[in-house]
């Protein structure tokens, strides 16, 4: 289960931006200023493989921009469905492809304040499937569901000219409150930035994911 909510400006970006509190009205006034700001951080994902291969000078250029985003948000209530709903299309993260799987985000809150333990264990999962190759990273948000859906590419055994492509499917309730209560693993994603073709959303330990709407 995920609870999937509209969060407050991360602690970081009042700094970042001078304030810690920017009024939502600002992004109606600037939006040829978030346009630029978005086109950045495309570029910045494009040359790098959505920030895996990103220097530290460019992934420091997309937080700086992230946080600017962040604190024009446009669309103050990102947990309705009318809104955010649909296909989105991960382009950047500061973190592995895959930590936005459902699965890998309850995992985290499984380790609790253990985040070392934690980045320990996604770096060696990393690793093991070092031979293969991350596609399209995608989610669709329904009224009641996140679908997670991962193409990977993974070579047999190195060095052979044979693969295995397929896509790996994940599934989670949806429930857009910011407390839950249960048995159940649970996962946090809260959204800082949404617009019509824009999504930025970060997990409990702070990690951020850039989507874009799938054609």
């Known amino acids: 289960m995920m609870s999937f909510e509209a969060g407050d400006f991360p602690s ?28 950045e951080v495309l570029s910045i994902a494009a040359t790098s493989n959505r920030g895996q291969v990103a220097t530290q000078e460019e992934k420091d250029a997309a937080m700086d921009l992230i946080f600017q985003l962040e604190s024009l948000n446009p669309t103050p209530d990102a947990t309705n469905v009318n809104t955010i709903g649909g296909a989105w299309e991960l382009v950047y993260t500061d973190t592995q492809p895959f930590r936005c799987s459902p699965f890998f ?29 991350i596609g399209r990273v995608r989610q669709t948000i329904s009224e009641s569901m996140l679908v997670s859906e991962i193409d990977l590419k993974v070579g047999l055994l190195p060095g052979l000219p044979m693969a295995l492509k397929g896509t790996v499917v994940t599934k989670a309730r949806l429930n857009p409150v910011s407390t839950l209560r249960g048995s159940v693993p649970e996962a946090k ?12 959303s970060r997990m409990s330990d702070d990690h951020v994911f850039v989507f874009v709407r799938a054609p």
């Open 189 to 200: 994603l809260s959204t800082y930035y949404l617009d019509e073709d824009m999504r930025i």
């Open 105 to 133: 985000m309850a995992l985290g809150e499984v380790f609790g304040e253990k985040k070392g333990q934690a980045e320990t264990l996604f770096s060696l999962h990393r690793a093991a499937t070092s031979n293969g190759e």
């Open 12 to 39: 970081d970006v009042g700094d970042a931006a001078g304030s810690s509190a920017v009024p939502a009205v600002l992004a109606d006034d600037n939006p040829e200023l978030r346009e630029t700001m978005k086109r």
